[in-house]
C-alpha cells in the first residue's frame, strides 16, 4: 500500500506538476492583451488539429460547410457549430486523436440517465491538478499541507484511507450517519487539517451531524467543488467549521472551469477553455485536453455575468452559478424559477431539504430536521416558500429520512429534482431516432 501511495503521489505532484503550476501562477499575472494572444494561438491549434486528425470533426465541420482556414481567432468561434453530450457519446473514437496508451476514460454523472464517456490523457490531469492548485494557494494551502478529503473517493466497505507522502486523509461519505458522528469528529480533531476538499452535499451533512452532538471544528479552509454549492450550505458549512469556503467550478468533461475569488465571486480561465455564455447554457472549448478535443460544446448550466465591470479584472468575472438547466422550478403559468436555495437558509432545525416536481399542478419538498423543529418552524419555511413561488403554486412539504434524498451513485446532490423536464427531454430523443 505504502508503496502504490508513493508511486501516486510521484504521478500527481513531480517536476511537469510543478512547471504547469509555476506557469499557470505566472500568467495569472498577465495582462488582457496577453492572456488574448495565447488564448488565440491554443485555440487555434486545437480547432486545426482536431479539423486535420479527428474523422468526426471533419465530417462535422464539412457538412456544416466550415472553412477551417477562416478561423482566424477565437472570435471566429460563432462559426462553428455547437457539439452536445449526445454527438460525443455517439463517436467517442472519431472524436480521439491522443495516443490509447495515454488516455484516461471519465465519466459524467446525473441523477438520471446514462452517464457520458469522455478520454483525459496524463498531461491534461496534471494540467487541471495545477489550475486546482493555483487556486488553492492563493487562499493559503499548498501541497503538502494536511488535507482532509471526503469526496466519495472510498469503497462502501472502507471508512478513512490516509497518504503520508501527501499528507491526505480520506474519509468515507457513504457512512454519515448519527451513530458515527463522534467518530468523524474524534478523526478530524486529532488529524487537524489546514484544508477539506469535498462536495458541497458531503461536508454539509457533516455539519449536521456535528450539529447534532453539539460541536464544531476550526479548520481554515474547505475547497467545494462537482457540485452547486447553494447559499444556505455555505451559510451553514462556515459556521459549523469556522471555515472559509472557496468554490470551484468544473466538469468531468474538462471543457470548463471557473474560480471562486476572495470577493465571492468567480472568474474564468481563459487559458483553460474558450466560452459562449447563453440563457441557460454555455458553450465550451476546452484548451487542455487537446488529445479528446470537445469543441463549443454545450453544457447546460445557467451561469449569470457579472454585470459590472472591474477595471482590475482581466478576465470576465461571473456574479453566481445557478445550477444544471433541469435544477429549476417550473410554475402552473410556465415560469422557471431558479436560485431557490433562499428559501431555506438560516430555517431553524433544518438539516436538508430537496425539491422534486413531476407536475405542473404541485411540487413535493422533502426535508429532514431535527426532533426539535416544529410547526412554527414548518410555517417559517413555509412563508419563505411562498416568497420565491408566490400563492399560486402548491406544494407539500414532507418530513423524510436521508436515505429519501435523492443523490447519484457517486453521493452527488440537486436542490431540484425536475422530473417533468428529464421526461420532456426522453421524449425529445425517441422523436429525433
Known amino acids: 500500500m505504502r508503496f502504490k501511495q508513493f508511486i501516486e503521489k510521484q504521478f500527481r ?46 465530417a462535422f465541420y464539412d457538412q456544416h460547410g466550415v472553412d477551417i482556414q477562416q478561423i482566424k481567432s477565437v472570435e471566429d468561434i460563432h462559426a462553428l457549430p455547437h457539439i452536445t453530450k449526445t454527438d460525443v457519446r455517439d463517436n467517442m473514437e472519431g472524436i480521439f486523436i491522443g495516443k490509447k496508451f495515454n488516455r484516461v476514460s471519465a465519466y459524467t454523472s446525473g441523477t438520471s440517465g446514462n452517464p457520458t464517456q469522455v478520454y483525459r490523457d496524463y498531461q491534461s490531469i496534471i494540467e487541471e491538478g495545477a ?33 503520508p507522502f501527501t499528507k491526505t486523509l480520506e474519509l468515507s461519505s457513504y457512512h454519515l450517519s448519527a451513530s458515527n458522528a463522534q467518530w468523524y469528529f474524534d478523526k478530524i480533531s486529532e488529524f487537524a487539517p489546514n484544508a477539506v476538499l469535498a462536495y458541497p452535499s458531503s461536508i454539509e451533512s457533516l455539519a449536521n451531524l456535528f450539529t447534532s452532538i453539539n460541536k464544531s471544528l476550526e479548520i481554515p479552509l474547505i475547497f467545494t467543488s ?32 471557473l474560480q471562486e475569488r476572495r470577493d465571492y465571486l468567480y472568474e474564468e480561465l481563459p487559458l483553460y ?19 479528446f478535443p470537445l469543441i463549443n460544446y454545450q453544457v447546460d448550466d445557467h451561469i449569470r ?61 422533502n426535508i429532514v430536521v431535527t426532533d426539535e423543529f416544529s410547526r412554527e418552524d414548518e410555517a ?43 421526461k420532456a427531454s426522453h421524449e425529445e430523443q425517441i422523436v429525433r431516432l
Open 13 to 58: 505532484y513531480n517536476f511537469y506538476f510543478y512547471q504547469r503550476l509555476r506557469a499557470i501562477q505566472v500568467q495569472e499575472t498577465w495582462d488582457k492583451p496577453r492572456l488574448l494572444e495565447h488564448q488565440n494561438r491554443k485555440f487555434l491549434a486545437l480547432i486545426n488539429k482536431a479539423y486535420q486528425y479527428s474523422p468526426f470533426y471533419r
Open 131 to 163: 489550475y486546482q492548485w493555483a487556486h488553492r494557494i492563493k487562499f493559503g494551502h499548498t501541497p503538502g499541507m494536511k488535507t482532509l478529503i471526503l469526496r466519495g473517493n472510498l469503497h462502501r466497505d472502507q471508512k478513512e484511507r490516509y497518504n
Open 226 to 257: 462537482s457540485e452547486t454549492l447553494y447559499g444556505h450550505q455555505r451559510t451553514k458549512i462556515e459556521h459549523v467549521f469556522n471555515a472559509r469556503i472557496a468554490d470551484w467550478y468544473g466538469n468531468a468533461e474538462r471543457t470548463i472551469a
Open 273 to 291: 477553455s474558450a466560452n459562449i455564455f447563453g440563457d441557460g447554457y454555455v458553450l465550451s472549448t476546452g484548451l487542455i485536453n487537446t488529445s
Open 305 to 365: 455575468l457579472h454585470s459590472v465591470h472591474h477595471e482590475e479584472a482581466n478576465v470576465r468575472l461571473i456574479n453566481c452559478i445557478q445550477g444544471r438547466s433541469d435544477d429549476v422550478l417550473i410554475l402552473p403559468d410556465g415560469t422557471r424559477i431558479g436560485l431557490l436555495w433562499g428559501a431555506f437558509d438560516r430555517v431553524p432545525h433544518l438539516l436538508l431539504a430537496q425539491i422534486v416536481q413531476t407536475s405542473m399542478e404541485r411540487f413535493e419538498v
Open 380 to 422: 417559517f419555511l413555509e412563508r419563505k416558500l411562498k416568497e420565491f413561488v408566490g400563492e399560486h403554486a402548491p406544494f407539500t412539504i414532507h418530513k423524510v429520512d436521508e436515505k429519501s434524498i435523492i443523490k447519484t451513485k457517486a453521493g452527488k446532490f440537486k436542490l431540484v429534482i425536475n422530473h417533468m423536464l428529464k
